[in-house]
T-cell receptor, first 111, second 114 residues
Framework: RKEVEQDPGPFNVPEGATVAFNCTYS??????FFWYRQDCRKEPKLLMS?????NEDGRFTAQLNRASQYISLLIRDSKLSDSATYLC????????????WGAGTKLIIKP | NAGVTQTPKFRILKIGQSMTLQCTQD?????MYWYRQDPGMGLKLIYY???????DKGEVPNGYNVSRSTTEDFPLRLELAAPSQTSVYFC?????????????FGPGTRLLVL
């Protein structure tokens, strides 16, 4: 099993819809995880951090399910500008500098 | 405030050639990183640095070298380029080393080795 797994998609979603995708992980005891956003042929940028209590930022909600070892990202009222690849990032057990990056889930918002 | 800058944006190398990928940050971050991103794969850490004069290997260091003579600059050297090094290379920096620290990325260098 890969340390971080994401459904590559693409998820094709109409504008205004709600979309959610998960990221499963193994070998991590971290208190925080991350979602980064990567636009086509651009660099990754931090979208939000995910803590045990979850996190919400406007239309975006991230949750951590430690028992089942996954984190989720929910996007409400999706906009055309939300089209991007969403990367799940997990700090592995036993490292204080390394991050394990998922391959990403591609989201396409259609008008 | 330019953030993290990388040059060149794109380069084609022949097998066996060498080159240096440049990375500069103006945020006074102590920590800097080099990643590669292959199609359909997550980013892999090549090397990282915790400050001027201090570097260490990441997950995939073979075929690469780095140096860190100043806080701002963190060049990545490819010696004897191989087709397996065809990838997109990202440089990043952060204020702290802990995973919780946000990493700020440069725009990337696309390298094709033929």
């Amino acid at each position: 099993r890969k340390e971080v797994e994401q459904d590559p998609g693409p998820f094709n979603v109409p504008e205004g819809a709600t979309v959610a995708f998960n990221c499963t992980y193994s070998n991590s005891a971290s208190q925080s995880f991350f979602w980064y956003r990567q636009d086509c042929r651009k660099e990754p940028k931090l979208l939000m951090s995910v803590y045990s209590s979850g996190n919400e930022d406007g239309r975006f909600t991230a949750q951590l399910n430690r028992a089942s070892q996954y984190i989720s990202l929910l996007i409400r009222d999706s906009k055309l500008s939300d089209s991007a690849t969403y990367l799940c990032v997990v700090p592995p057990r036993g490292s204080n500098y390394q991050l394990i990056w998922g391959a990403g889930t591609k989201l396409i918002i259609k008008p | 405030n330019a953030g993290v800058t990388q040059t060149p944006k794109f380069r084609i190398l022949k097998i066996g050639q060498s080159m240096t990928l440049q990375c500069t940050q103006d945020m006074n971050h102590n920590y800097m990183y080099w990643y590669r991103q292959d199609p359909g794969m997550g980013l892999k850490l090549i090397y990282y640095s915790v400050g001027a004069g201090i570097t260490d290997k990441g997950e995939v260091p073979n075929g690469y070298n780095v140096s860190r003579s100043t806080t701002e600059d963190f060049p990545l050297r490819l010696e004897l380029a191989a087709p397996s090094q065809t990838s997109v290379y990202f440089c990043a920096s952060s204020y702290g080393l802990q995973p919780q620290e946000t990493q700020y990325f440069g725009p990337g260098t696309r390298l094709l080795v033929l």
